[in-house]
């Protein structure tokens, strides 16, 4: 109303107010008055940027999601993978004709496709269904349809995931049934890290289907390159149809390195399937525990979260000492964890002359009861000048630029919800020679006070987290996700950095892990510095995976921030080198990464279908099950099911009247028009 008053006064003063102004008739000057009042009023609505605001109804089709299990299992069991895949395209274009279509495959991963390999190496259903009730949260979804075997050997029980479904599954039968003659190794298992001479087990499930009454050979060989040496052999003598037992094998571990073994079982029996009959394990040696030495001031829950994360990794031992217990001698330890020191006694002292003379690695967790200036003199990395005996309540901030290790920017972003941290109070001055991972964080502001900081690579690695109660983040940390996992990932990370030796090397080359699955893709890390030890990536660098049998893969690295990095994608089995290269100042570097990638054998292990749960699955959703020469009759049940319709959704969207364009013209009609009248009358 505002704006049309406001072109009224401006069309009064212009043409009412304003008599000098001639005009042949009063007609034309009430003419001109309206299209001022018009354009005016126009213009000041078009300056408030008003949005529009219009409803409308939309119609969804009710829709189907067809999950296709992509495993190798279905793959082997289907006379024609070809023709199976165009009888399942065929059936979703005839459903249609009254459903939205949707087609996903689950297997190694849960991906959208209409496409099918069915070669993937594992089997999870439950992730699958779990997709699928996640979808119907969102959509008009009526049904879903499961194609599989039923045999899973990834994920929980899919029975388990069923019982939320808001509509019906239905399932078709894929597979054979038919019990076969078959000797196998249901699972064979190891620890995955052992020490130079010392003995350890293999434990191997046997398994035996109709072969009542026959002797297994079973036997455990060390596979290197192309051949093995057999080690150690055991038998069973199988009793009943369906037969299964336990063997153990005590091996003594050998010289430091990734090391692969291989159980095999064999009888006089013709069997069908022979791919089940070894499993591979992989046990990587290690010369012998590094020792961790945590020192504190006293009781405290930080130091049971230390320890229940260090016990988890067998590469390390941990040892405890009070200030008023510490033994001093730091030779035999690979790093050194203080709590809530140093303080401002004798023994202190002796703890901070030992750690600056032994240039043993350090990582320092403060606290209310820190002596700034003793911790000042304990490191170079940090200097707080307290201003008095409190501590403020700080949360994580994360820093994108930090790259001393491989963090997850999802564990990141996750960490900035954890409870706070009680860290000293007073000015920060920070050392260049760090990186900082999180920055402390005061209620929603973000400060550039470091809270967790690392050394860069030199003489002595060091490490301080500002602040204590870091056991809240690991309680916090189950109570979101039911794991410790971002939590131990994190300080098991800080602790490997610490404590792996530095051999000041300037290039180093690193994996993603000592052992992946063949169905795992393989990243290879290197890293460059310069003669001041910071890190930089100027140069190109190349990469080449070399197999125990002589294949060589070339590779150049891609270089991110200040690392490189490199996605191998997938390798067959077997023990590997990367040999990275580079040049740089005219001086070639060279550094290499030992590794070894497992097959996976989850899909072969089992091949007999479970049609029992496909049936069970269907039942308990009020679905059905059909077999895979019986999709038309699936798509006509699915095609005349009444209660399918469609549903009419209210919209409602908004625009700035801005983006009107006709109000643009109309503008300029009225203004061109009311120019043409002043012309024409002789008002110009």
């Given at each position: 109303?505002?704006?049309?008053?406001?072109?009224?006064?401006?069309?009064?003063?212009?043409?009412?107010?304003?008599?000098?102004?001639?005009?042949?008739?009063?007609?034309?000057?009430?003419?001109?008055?309206?299209?001022?009042?018009?354009?005016?009023?126009?213009?000041?609505i078009?300056?408030?940027?008003?949005?529009?605001r219009?409803?409308y109804?939309?119609?969804?089709?009710?829709?189907?999601?067809?999950?296709?299990?992509?495993?190798?299992s279905?793959?082997?069991?289907?006379?024609?993978?070809?023709?199976?895949?165009?009888?399942?395209?065929?059936?979703?274009?005839?459903?249609?004709?009254?459903?939205?279509?949707?087609?996903?495959?689950?297997?190694d991963?849960?991906?959208?496709?209409?496409?099918?390999?069915?070669?993937?190496?594992?089997?999870?259903?439950?992730?699958?269904?779990?997709?699928?009730?996640?979808?119907?949260?969102?959509?008009?979804?009526?049904?879903?349809v499961?194609?599989?075997?039923?045999?899973?050997?990834?994920?929980?029980?899919?029975?388990?995931?069923?019982?939320?479904?808001?509509?019906?599954?239905?399932?078709?039968?894929?597979?054979?049934?038919?019990?076969?003659?078959?000797?196998?190794?249901?699972?064979a298992?190891?620890?995955?890290?052992?020490?130079?001479g010392?003995?350890?087990?293999?434990?191997?499930?046997?398994?035996?289907?109709?072969?009542?009454?026959?002797?297994?050979?079973?036997?455990?060989?060390?596979?290197?390159?192309n051949?093995?040496a057999?080690?150690?052999?055991?038998?069973?003598?199988?009793?009943?149809?369906?037969?299964?037992?336990?063997?153990?094998f005590?091996?003594?571990?050998?010289?430091?390195?990734?090391?692969?073994?291989?159980?095999?079982?064999?009888?006089?029996?013709?069997?069908?399937?022979?791919?089940?009959?070894?499993y591979?394990?992989?046990?990587?040696?290690l010369?012998?525990?590094?020792?961790?030495l945590?020192?504190?001031?006293?009781?405290?829950?930080?130091?049971?979260?230390?320890?229940?994360?260090?016990?988890?990794n067998?590469?390390?031992?941990?040892?405890?000492y009070?200030?008023?217990?510490?033994?001093?001698?730091?030779?035999?330890?690979?790093?050194?964890?203080?709590?809530?020191?140093?303080?401002?006694?004798?023994?202190?002292?002796?703890?901070?002359?030992?750690?600056?003379?032994?240039?043993?690695?350090?990582l320092?967790?403060?606290?209310?009861?820190?002596?700034?200036?003793k911790?000042?003199?304990l490191q170079?990395?940090?200097?707080?000048?307290?201003?008095?005996?409190?501590?403020?309540?700080?949360?994580?901030s994360g820093?994108?630029?930090?790259?001393?290790?491989?963090?997850?920017?999802?564990?990141?972003?996750?960490m900035?919800?954890?409870?706070?941290?009680?860290?000293?109070?007073?000015?920060?001055?920070?050392?260049?020679?760090?990186?900082i991972?999180?920055?402390?964080?005061?209620?929603?502001?973000?400060?550039?006070?470091?809270?967790?900081?690392?050394s860069?690579?030199?003489?002595?690695?060091?490490?301080?987290?500002?602040?204590?109660?870091?056991?809240?983040?690991?309680?916090?940390?189950?109570?979101?996700?039911?794991n410790?996992?971002?939590?131990?990932?994190?300080?098991?990370?800080s602790?490997?950095?610490l404590?792996?030796?530095?051999?000041?090397?300037?290039?180093?080359?690193?994996?993603?892990?000592?052992?992946?699955?063949?169905?795992?893709r393989?990243?290879?890390?290197?890293?460059?510095?310069?003669?001041?030890?910071e890190?930089?990536?100027?140069?190109?660098?190349?990469?080449?995976?070399?197999?125990?049998?002589?294949?060589?893969?070339?590779?150049?690295?891609?270089?991110?921030?200040t690392?490189?990095?490199?996605?191998?994608?997938?390798l067959?089995?077997?023990?590997?080198?990367a040999?990275?290269?580079?040049?740089?100042?005219?001086?070639?570097?060279?550094?290499?990464?030992?590794?070894?990638?497992?097959?996976?054998?989850?899909?072969?292990?089992?091949?007999?279908?479970?049609?029992?749960?496909?049936?069970?699955?269907?039942?308990?959703?009020?679905?059905?099950?059909?077999?895979?020469?019986?999709?038309?009759?699936?798509?006509?049940?699915?095609?005349?099911?009444?209660?399918?319709?469609?549903?009419?959704l209210?919209r409602?969207?908004?625009?700035?009247?801005?983006?009107?364009?006709?109000?643009?013209?109309?503008?300029?009609?009225?203004?061109?028009?009311?120019?043409?009248?002043?012309?024409?009358?002789?008002?110009?």
């Amino acid at each position: 109303m505002l704006c049309i008053l406001l072109g009224l006064i401006y069309a009064t003063v212009l043409y009412v107010r304003d008599r000098r102004l001639v005009l042949p008739s009063n007609i034309l000057r009430y003419a001109l008055f309206l299209l001022r009042s018009i354009s005016v009023a126009v213009i000041a609505i078009l300056l408030l940027e008003p949005y529009l605001r219009s409803a409308y109804n939309e119609e969804i089709r009710p829709e189907i999601v067809i999950l296709q299990d992509n495993s190798s299992s279905v793959g082997v069991a289907l006379e024609s993978p070809e023709t199976y895949s165009n009888g399942l395209r065929q059936f979703a274009q005839k459903l249609d004709s009254k459903y939205d279509v949707s087609v996903y495959t689950i297997g190694d991963e849960w991906s959208s496709s209409d496409t099918f390999s069915l070669n993937e190496q594992s089997t999870d259903l439950s992730t699958g269904l779990d997709n699928v009730r996640q979808l119907g949260k969102y959509g008009n979804i009526v049904a879903s349809v499961l194609l599989s075997d039923g045999i899973y050997n990834a994920g929980e029980n899919p029975e388990y995931r069923v019982k939320d479904l808001s509509f019906p599954l239905y399932t078709v039968a894929l597979g054979d049934t038919t019990p076969q003659v078959d000797a196998r190794v249901t699972k064979a298992v190891s620890n995955k890290i052992v020490f130079a001479g010392d003995q350890f087990v293999i434990k191997a499930d046997i398994a035996a289907s109709l072969m009542d009454g026959e002797l297994l050979n079973i036997k455990v060989v060390s596979l290197r390159g192309n051949g093995s040496a057999p080690l150690k052999s055991s038998s069973l003598k199988v009793e009943g149809n369906t037969f299964s037992d336990e063997v153990e094998f005590i091996l003594t571990a050998g010289s430091p390195g990734i090391q692969r073994y291989q159980i095999e079982v064999t009888s006089s029996r013709e069997e069908t399937n022979s791919e089940n009959n070894t499993y591979e394990v992989i046990v990587e040696v290690l010369d012998a525990q590094q020792k961790i030495l945590l020192v504190s001031k006293g009781p405290h829950p930080d130091i049971s979260a230390i320890r229940a994360t260090v016990d988890n990794n067998k590469n390390y031992e941990l040892e405890l000492y009070s200030i008023e217990e510490y033994p001093g001698n730091l030779k035999e330890y690979s790093l050194v964890i203080t709590h809530g020191l140093p303080g401002n006694t004798a023994k202190d002292q002796q703890l901070i002359n030992d750690i600056k003379q032994t240039a043993v690695p350090v990582l320092i967790i403060t606290g209310e009861s820190v002596m700034a200036n003793k911790l000042n003199e304990l490191q170079s990395l940090l200097k707080i000048n307290a201003k008095n005996s409190g501590g403020n309540k700080v949360t994580t901030s994360g820093n994108k630029g930090f790259n001393l290790f491989e963090f997850d920017e999802a564990d990141v972003a996750a960490m900035a919800s954890y409870p706070p941290l009680t860290a000293p109070y007073g000015d920060y001055n920070v050392s260049g020679a760090v990186q900082i991972l999180f920055f402390q964080k005061v209620g929603s502001v973000s400060t550039n006070m470091p809270l967790v900081m690392y050394s860069q690579p030199g003489r002595q690695k060091s490490a301080i987290i500002c602040g204590e109660n870091i056991w809240r983040w690991r309680m916090y940390n189950y109570l979101q996700d039911g794991n410790h996992d971002i939590f131990d990932k994190w300080l098991d990370k800080s602790i490997q950095y610490l404590a792996t030796k530095d051999d000041n090397k300037q290039f180093r080359v690193s994996t993603s892990s000592n052992v992946i699955q063949a169905n795992e893709r393989l990243e290879v890390f290197a890293e460059l510095y310069n003669e001041a030890f910071e890190p930089i990536n100027t140069p190109e660098a190349s990469c080449e995976i070399i197999a125990d049998d002589g294949t060589t893969y070339p590779f150049t690295f891609s270089k991110t921030g200040t690392r490189y990095n490199l996605n191998a994608g997938f390798l067959p089995p077997g023990n590997y080198t990367a040999i990275g290269k580079t040049t740089y100042n005219q001086k070639q570097f060279v550094d290499s990464a030992s590794f070894s990638v497992k097959e996976v054998q989850l899909e072969t292990a089992v091949t007999v279908a479970n049609h029992r749960l496909m049936f069970k699955l269907a039942s308990e959703t009020g679905g059905s099950m059909f077999y895979a020469n019986q999709l038309d009759l699936l798509a006509d049940e699915l095609l005349n099911e009444e209660s399918a319709k469609p549903i009419l959704l209210e919209r409602i969207s908004t625009r700035s009247i801005l983006n009107l364009q006709w109000l643009l013209y109309l503008i300029i009609l009225l203004l061109a028009v009311e120019w043409f009248i002043r012309k024409w009358s002789g008002g110009y």
